[in-house]
């Protein structure tokens, strides 16, 4: 019989889903990804937050046919979109936005979720602050396209219109709701 990997596991999905609570409530701030390995953690992280109930785009094909199947999730359109999982290090395109949400409905909009190379260390330092931030927040990330943070900018300029990013490191997990100003130093 075919076990599935850790990921799968209710109790490692509760975990990983406490991690993501925890991120969100702590902008700039790592959590870890329980269960994986470094191939798996974006996995994980659906896997923590997906159901049949919402939709995914996956413009980078970084999800295969398969996790596809088991997260449940059906696929839709980026600007469509309830979820959205891309590569951090490449450009966005810059004509297509997310879902914002509406004001009578800002919670209709896209959670963002970019993979990174390292949330720890890296070549870049992300300023952050904020709801949630005393003060302000650093990061040393790599493996992050500077223009994703201009387009989150642009996205989230009509709060409470926007999205939310989630970035996804090989076991880290770092949150920039909204409500959180980040740029690069």
Known sequence: MHSLPEIWNAQTQQKNYRSLLNAMSRPGTCFPVWGCNSQSSVIAVLAALLDNA??????????????????????????EADFVVALGETSPATHITPKLGTLTSPQDSATVILTVQNLSAGECELIVNGPGVNGEKKAMISGLDALWLQLRQEWNRDFPLGCDFI???????LALPRTSMAEFA
């Open 54 to 79: 919402v939709t995914l785009a996956d413009p980078d094909y970084l999800i295969s046919d398969e996790n596809i199947k088991l997260l449940q999730v059906r696929t839709a359109l980026l600007h």
């Open 167 to 173: 970035l996804v490191s090989q076991q880290q997990v």
